[in-house]
């Protein structure tokens, strides 16, 4: 009997290696500094072109995640609470050197740690708005568990977007998602931060070719948009490593066109929607860079007439 064949990369994935004197800067500057991105830990696609227009989204509390995602490529394991003090400061610097306007932080989970490493997360933005107050910052989360104090910690430290992943759609996310990530928890992530402060942008994003059904994935845009879900991006699941998920369909760039233009009807603020978008992904950022600059100046002017002195 002869084994199946694995399914082939279509051609619209391939995508150049890596190069260019920005890109070799950036990443020389990271190894220096022992700092991680989730670009090089989860083998993004678009790791050449952002980090050749100086973007990249840090990965913080070191290369070791203690949940066993089955699709992600980020090593797992128990980092025994080991976490760099200075690294809030590492990165600040490294943002300073780098000349960025919008920045994607991001981090392992670490169930390790008493707080889960939410003091860790909201002093690193905290450093980074204290050092540019104008610089947009984009955090990508855990869950941490769904605890709201702690979401709570991380609102207050006022990340311009908040963005938590649901992954994949409900009946998938068991075999797809560490046991620990519930598909219904991570929802109430985002709705607790819009419960928080209303003012923060939220976000999150799908992968597909992992099985799922239209009619699944339409459930999944309804859940978001009924916790006030502002951003939406879907992307190819890609196999990192045999011992991953099997890729079950490359979904066609036409049928990502399709998603997109079913997500904006359904009221997101902004859908980035094909093969090689991921949750961080450049487009989608410069999209929020006009929204959140717009608003910042609207506000200064507010501030301003309500400083004038009233006759």
């Known amino acids: 009997m002869s084994k199946t064949s694995p399914v082939r990369k279509p051609s619209w994935l391939k995508v150049r290696a890596p ?4 890109y070799t800067r950036i990443k020389d500057m990271l190894g220096e500094l022992k700092l991680a991105t989730v670009c090089q830990e989860a083998k993004c696609p678009n790791m050449g072109e952002c980090w050749s227009g100086g973007t990249a989204t840090f990965m913080l509390m070191g ?11 980020i090593k797992t394991g128990n980092p025994k609470g080991a976490i760099d003090e200075f690294e809030p400061e590492k990165v600040a610097y490294s943002i300073s050197k780098m000349g ?3 920045v994607v932080i991001t981090s392992v989970n670490r169930d ?11 002093r690193t933005i905290s450093t980074i708005k204290k050092l540019d107050p104008k610089l947009i910052v984009e955090i990508l989360t855990p869950d941490f568990k769904g605890d ?4 709570a910690h991380l609102v207050g430290s006022k990340p311009d977007v908040f963005a938590h992943n649901i992954e994949t759609v409900e009946r998938l996310t068991p075999g797809v998602r560490d046991p620990r990530a ?3 928890q991570s929802l109430d992530v985002l709705k607790m931060v819009k419960e928080i402060d209303p003012t923060r942008y939220t976000k999150s994003s799908i992968m597909l070719g992992l099985g799922e059904t239209d009619e699944e994935i339409l459930q999944a845009l ?3 948009r009924e916790v006030q879900c502002d951003i939406v991006t879907f992307g190819q699941y890609l196999q990192p490593t045999p011992r991953h998920l099997k890729v079950i369909e490359y979904v066609t760039p036409e049928k990502f066109a399709e998603w997109q233009k079913i997500a904006e009807d359904m009221g997101f603020l902004y859908v980035a929607s094909g093969p090689l978008v991921r949750s961080s992904y450049r487009a989608g950022e410069f999209f929020m860079k006009g929204v959140i600059e717009k608003n910042r100046l609207n506000q200064d002017q507010n501030n301003k007439e309500d400083a004038w002195p009233q006759m």
């Open 112 to 122: 390790d740690l008493p707080d889960q490493g939410s003091n860790h997360f909201a």
């Open 63 to 73: 290369e070791v995640c203690t949940r066993g995602c089955r699709f992600c490529h």
């Open 19 to 22: 190069s260019g004197d920005n």
């Open 222 to 224: 309804k859940d978001l």
């Open 100 to 102: 960025l306007e919008y």
């Open 148 to 151: 709201r104090q702690l979401i």
């Open 182 to 184: 519930k598909y219904r």
